[in-house]
């Protein structure tokens, strides 16, 4: 069993900058795959970046390849995701999410095990 937490989210210009963290409860968070996802209003989740268990693999979608950086801290049972050059398109809910061995390569939300609350970002234009 995993408890994910995120923070960091909040109300930032375009062209800004924003740092998530997810802290996960339980000794074996190394043994898991890191996602973040995210969902607007009236849409559907998608997948926005994942990492593997050393964090020396990475999967981005598309929309956010180049200005999102993805990473962990094993050490502290932190997943990060460092958000630059932030559009108004970005705005949304922002969640954590936890998969077992080899989940990094997959973007599905039902592929991942366990889920964070979510924190919110809005950029304004």
């Known amino acids: 069993q995993v408890q994910l937490v995120e923070s960091g989210g909040g109300l930032v210009q375009a062209g800004g900058s924003l740092r998530l963290s997810c802290e996960a409860s339980?000794?074996?968070?190394?043994?898991?795959?890191m996602a973040w996802f995210r969902q607007a209003p009236g849409k559907e989740r998608e997948f926005v970046a994942a990492i593997n268990w050393s964090g020396d693999s990475t999967n981005y979608a598309d929309s956010v390849k180049g200005r999102f950086t993805i990473s962990r801290d094993n050490a502290k049972n932190t997943v990060y995701l460092q958000m630059n050059i932030l559009k108004p398109a970005d705005t949304a809910v922002y969640y954590c999410?936890?998969?077992?061995?080899?989940?990094?390569?997959?973007?599905?939300?039902?592929?991942?095990?366990?889920w964070g609350q979510g924190t919110q970002v809005t950029v304004s234009s």
């Open positions: 339980g000794r074996t968070f190394s043994s898991y795959s």
């Open positions: 999410a936890a998969g077992y061995s080899g989940t990094w390569r997959y973007t599905r939300p039902n592929e991942y095990n366990y």
